[in-house]
């Protein structure tokens, strides 16, 4: 075999395989492996068919029929597999050849796998993909990072075969060092839990507070389609609630118990331990967590009660501002998911381009919607923005929706409809943009039982404890931690 493929995949599950027909159509020579290898030859005697696909049956033979700098893109299951395949590859290759992990990992296995393979003399890139099998095979949303000397070598494969937005633009583009792909993958993820739940408690309310049936609120997500709320995750849910087996909605016959794979908890976690107020995501997780309760749900259903007087459902008016309420607390998600980032880049030395970012969700992924423009719009006027919601745009239009969001999250408090979501994002809104917050009182409360120490205000930044009990003792803590 000569040495003329382009790339190579590793792994042919539904990812694996997509990906490498949609490097075929866009001309690359792919040369395709599988651990198993009856996996291979059912590829190359079924879909790959008719294509320039090659397989190969040995790591020996994929390395072989590479041209240099090798590239070789491995799509199997995140975690301890991943280094199994490396350590396996890694004796077989060459200095500056370049190993791509385009599987869901954690940042930090990235960091940590750059670094190794940096140290052998190899590139490594750790690349988000998303968009699922449809992304993978017409054009997902491509975000990678790492080793930034690969990125000459696989640009032109990864800017062909990703999503375009309407402007033609790859929804694909170098993002920094290290983990930083898997990182804004990461962050993607969360942001799409965050639009899934706020999506989800829109449904919740229009049942409950407006008694819509499956068919008003289908006909209410696809119109939500047609404006500002235009996304993918709106759009597949009209076609969901719309989507029937014979006389049967099929969405009504599901069991209210949502899975999650870590992606979120990931975010969240990142976030407490970047110190970061990132509610929105973490109530989605929680959300998560709490619809696996079924059977305790059901139990306390039972027994737990709520408002006493049920209040007839509301008009179709309400509508419009459940719709404005959404929106304002997407601004919000995406607020908080954009003040990680910005601390992650901080914390690990990445110059991350945020409007770059938006512009990569743009298309072919999850959260694609029409309002990344405007992020993009918000960081291109302004790369150092500190906060989406201090750009004119996000202000006006938090502005301009913030009296529905409130009627809303009010409505649900009092006929008892759980918004975590929704309210959560209100009080984060609502604690951002208040100059001052109750934490004076936290402090001293620290002080009191621990001796922790507080700053004063209009002071300068010195530390100081008050003996509150009269015990005399101007020992302060030694461990103190803002
Ligand atoms: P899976 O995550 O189901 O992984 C299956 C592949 O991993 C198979 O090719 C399997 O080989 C291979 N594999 C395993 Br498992 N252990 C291995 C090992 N020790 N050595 C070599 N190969 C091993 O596949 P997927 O759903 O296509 O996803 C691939 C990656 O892309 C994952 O990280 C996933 O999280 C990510 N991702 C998935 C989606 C999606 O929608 N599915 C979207 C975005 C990202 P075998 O055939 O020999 O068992």
């Excluded at 239009?397 to 408090?413: G, K, L, M």
């Excluded at 922790?452 to 020992?475: A, F, N």
Aim: hydrophobic content about 40%; glycine content about 10%; charged content about 20%.
């Amino acid at each position: 075999m000569s040495a003329s493929a382009d790339i190579a995949v590793i792994g042919l599950a539904v990812m694996g395989q997509n990906l490498i027909l949609n490097m075929n159509d866009h001309g690359f020579r792919v040369i395709a492996y599988n651990r198993s290898a009856e996996k291979t030859d059912a590829f190359l005697d079924g879909p790959a068919r008719n294509t320039q696909i090659t397989g190969a049956g040995t790591l020996q033979e994929l390395v072989a029929a590479l041209s240099t700098p090798r590239k070789i893109m491995l799509m199997v299951k995140a975690g301890p597999a991943v280094d199994t395949v490396i350590d396996e590859l890694v004796p077989l290759l060459d200095k500056g050849d370049i190993i791509i992990d385009g599987g869901n990992s954690n940042f930090e296995d990235s960091e940590r796998r750059a670094s190794s393979l940096g140290a052998q003399g190899l590139l490594f890139v750790g690349s988000g993909v998303s968009g699922g099998e449809e992304g993978a095979r017409h054009g997902p949303s491509l975000m990678p990072g790492g080793h930034k000397a690969a990125w000459p070598h696989l640009k032109p494969i990864f800017q062909s075969i990703a999503a375009k937005t309407d402007a033609g633009e790859p929804c694909c583009d170098w993002v920094g060092d290290g983990g930083a792909g898997h990182y804004v993958k990461m962050i993607h993820n969360g942001i799409e839990y965050g639009d899934m739940q706020l999506i989800c408690e829109a449904y919740h309310f229009m049942q409950s507070a407006l008694g819509l049936d499956n068919a008003a609120m289908q006909a209410t997500f696809a119109q939500w389609n047609q404006g500002y709320l235009d996304s993918y995750l709106i759009e597949i849910t009209a076609d969901i609630l719309g989507f029937r087996d014979g006389d049967t909605y099929v969405v009504d016959t599901i069991m209210d118990k949502a899975g999650q794979k870590g992606t979120g908890k990931w975010t969240g976690i990142n976030a407490l331990e970047l110190g970061i107020p990132l509610t929105l995501i973490g109530e989605a997780v929680f959300a998560r967590a709490l619809s696996a309760l079924k059977d305790e749900r059901v139990a306390a259903s039972a027994i737990l009660k709520g408002p006493s007087n049920a209040p007839a459902e509301l008009a179709d008016a309400w509508i419009e501002a459940l719709g404005q309420a959404l929106y304002a607390a997407k601004i919000i998600s995406y607020t908080q998911g954009y003040m990680l980032m910005r601390a992650a880049a901080e914390e690990y030395g990445w110059d991350l381009q945020y409007g770059a970012i938006a512009q990569m969700w743009r298309g072919g992924c999850i959260i694609r919607s029409a309002f990344l423009d405007d992020i993009k719009a918000a960081y291109d006027k302004s790369p150092e923005l500190d906060n989406l919601l201090l750009d004119d745009f996000f202000r006006d239009r938090i502005h301009e929706t913030q009296e529905s969001w409130r009627r809303i999250v009010s409505e649900a408090v009092s006929r008892g409809i759980p918004v975590p979501a929704l309210s959560s994002a209100l009080s984060f809104y609502d604690g951002y943009r208040c100059a001052r917050l109750p934490a004076n009182l936290l402090q001293a409360q620290r002080d009191y039982f621990g001796a922790h120490t507080y700053q004063r205000l209009g002071g300068d930044d010195s530390w100081h404890h008050t003996d509150w009990i009269g015990s005399g003792s101007t020992v302060s803590s030694s461990s103190y931690d803002a």
